[in-house]
Antibody
Framework: QVQLQESGPGLVRPSETLSLTCTVS????????WSWIRQPPGERLEWIGYIYNSESTNYNPSLKSRVTMSLDTSKNQFSLNLNSVTTADTAVYYC???????????????WGQGTMVTVSS | DIQMTQSPSSVSASVGDRVTLTCRASQDITNWLAWYQHKPGKAPKLLIS???SLQSGVPSRFSGSASGTDYTLTISSLQPEDFATYLCQQGKSFPLTFGGGTKVEIK
């Protein structure tokens, strides 16, 4: 079955760029919607955005000015870049498959284990 | 943004109890509502989509229903493995948003 695994630094300095990669195994990355979701300590889950086939992205307006998502079909990976980070970006980051246009509709059906990223000097 | 409000924030219950959790949307989301189970240190698990469609492999003691902008997750007979936090998420419009969660604790 499809599995997701996040990778990237666990510590990022303020004002720098947070970069995470999600490796998809057990299925192709093509023709699916891939999302990033985060959960700051003690707060609710926050959807960051999605990417589809490198041709379409949709970002949360609250983060849009700082977010870039990309996709590498040769490696079956997708990535998140979040620039100009502050301590408010400290969170568990999940890579997730977003089901759109097929069941289960408009929900997140496959999740990575999550990776904690701390923003601190 | 569509706001999702879950209640109660926590509930204490015993094994075998019937538990009902509620999620209210700030506007009509036409049943595009998903429920997740989240345990500490684990990824959330999709239980129900489209308000009432049970995911494959999810026990039938879980069920979902809708009434207007109110959505309900019911666990008919609580099992030890069900103690967790339950989250709702609307899929009606972007940005996609989640509720704050209801923690189901052991009484």
């Amino acid at each position: 079955q499809v599995q997701l695994q996040e990778s990237g630094p666990g510590l990022v300095r303020p004002s720098e760029t947070l970069s995470l990669t999600c490796t998809v195994s057990g299925g192709s990355i093509r023709n699916k919607y891939w999302s990033w979701i985060r959960q700051p300590p003690g707060e609710r889950l926050e959807w960051i955005g999605y990417i589809y086939n490198s041709e379409s992205t949709n970002y949360n307006p609250s983060l849009k000015s700082r977010v870039t998502m990309s996709l590498d079909t040769s490696k079956n990976q997708f990535s998140l870049n979040l620039n100009s980070v502050t301590t408010a970006d400290t969170a568990v980051y999940y890579c997730v498959r977003y089901s759109r246009g097929e069941t289960p509709f408009y929900s997140f059906d496959i999740w990575g284990q999550g990776t904690m990223v701390t923003v601190s000097s | 943004d569509i706001q999702m409000t879950q209640s109660p924030s926590s509930v204490s219950a015993s094994v075998g109890d019937r538990v009902t959790l509620t999620c209210r949307a700030s506007q009509d989301i036409t049943n595009w509502l998903a429920w997740y189970q989240h345990k500490p240190g684990k990824a959330p698990k999709l239980l129900i989509s489209s308000a009432s469609s049970l995911q494959s492999g999810v026990p039938s003691r879980f069920s979902g229903s809708a009434s207007g902008t109110d959505y309900t997750l019911t666990i008919s007979s609580l099992q030890p493995e069900d103690f967790a936090t339950y989250l709702c998420q609307q899929g009606k419009s972007f940005p996609l948003t989640f509720g704050g969660g209801t923690k189901v604790e052991i009484k």
